[in-house]
C-alpha cells in the first residue's frame, strides 16, 4: 500500500497534486505559475484537490475528488500550513471538518483567491493567539 493510500484508509482523505492533474489533462485543468505557487502569504486561500473515501460499517461508499480552499496560517518555502475552509461532509471514518488544520505543498494547489478581509482578520488574531 502506498502512503497515499495508507492515507485514505488511516484517515479517510489525501491531497492530489495539483501539478500532475495539470500534467493528465493541461488543456482543461489549468493551474497557476508554479512562482506564483510556490510564494504564497499568510492569509491567502489555497484551492486543493482532496481525494475523499466515505464508508460506513467498513464499506466503501463513494469516493471522489473534493476542490477545497485553505487560508494559510504558516509558510516555508513552497510549504504551507492552514485552515480548511470548505465543508468536506461527514462519514464516520472521515478525519477532516472545516476549521482543521490542514499541511501541503506548492504542488497541491490548483486555484488562488484572497479571502475576505474579515476572515482574514479573525484569522490573524487565532493566529496570535495560539502563538502565545
Not at 499568510?42 to 473515501?53: H, P, Q, S, T
Not at 476549521?99 to 501541503?104: E, L
Request: charged share 25%; net charge neutral.
Amino acid at each position: 500500500m502506498d502512503e497515499h493510500e495508507r492515507l485514505i484508509a488511516t484517515r479517510g482523505w489525501a491531497l492530489l497534486s495539483a501539478v500532475e492533474r495539470n500534467e493528465q489533462y493541461p488543456d482543461t485543468f489549468e493551474i497557476p505559475s508554479e512562482k506564483l505557487r510556490q510564494n504564497l502569504a499568510i492569509g491567502v486561500a489555497a484551492k486543493l484537490l482532496f481525494d475523499i473515501e466515505t464508508k460506513e460499517n467498513g464499506v466503501t461508499m463513494d469516493r471522489g475528488v473534493d476542490r477545497m480552499w485553505v487560508i494559510i496560517t504558516q509558510t516555508s518555502n513552497g510549504n504551507y500550513t492552514g485552515v480548511l475552509d470548505s465543508d468536506p461532509g461527514y462519514a464516520k471514518n472521515l478525519q477532516l471538518a472545516r476549521g482543521d488544520q490542514v499541511s501541503f505543498h506548492a504542488n497541491h494547489i490548483c486555484g488562488i483567491a484572497q479571502p475576505p478581509n474579515k476572515l482574514f482578520r479573525l484569522l490573524h488574531k487565532l493566529r496570535a493567539f495560539l502563538i502565545k
